[in-house]
């Protein structure tokens, strides 16, 4: 296998490995997908909240309106509900860019437009 993993973006580290469709840094545990390497002088997208802030992975956000549920068990998500430890994804489904625990609902994408980053 001749192709080239690229270097760790965190700690620059140039043993890495495959997870599915995420590299891992087996030094610092950083995961990233092969496509989101930026080329030279290209800077990644940013995500943002609902007002305008930046959100990062592992950020807090609290849900600003009710969601509503489609599949097997359905539901709402209430406004307030403090969301932990989201991941920002490039390949949501539709538009939505994060990728999140929901308390009472387990894993689930959301959109970054009904969110605002807590604290």
């Not at 950083?30 to 909240?49: F, I, L, Q």
């Not at 990728?99 to 894993?107: E, I, L, N, W, Y």
């Amino acid at each position: 296998m001749s192709e080239q993993l690229p270097a760790c973006p965190e700690c620059g580290e140039a043993y890495m490995y495959e997870s599915g469709a995420l590299l891992v840094c087996p030094m610092c545990g950083h995961e990233w997908s092969a496509g989101a390497v930026a080329d030279e002088g290209t800077a990644p997208a940013t995500v943002r909240d609902a007002v305008g802030n930046e959100l990062a992975d592992g950020d807090t956000v609290t849900v600003v309106k009710d969601l509503k549920v489609k599949g097997a068990g359905g539901g709402v998500v209430k406004v307030g509900t403090k969301v932990r430890g989201i991941r920002l994804i490039l390949d949501g489904v539709g538009d939505h860019d994060i990728d999140a625990t929901v308390p009472g609902f387990g894993r689930m994408q959301l959109k970054s437009g009904v969110v605002r980053k807590s604290g």
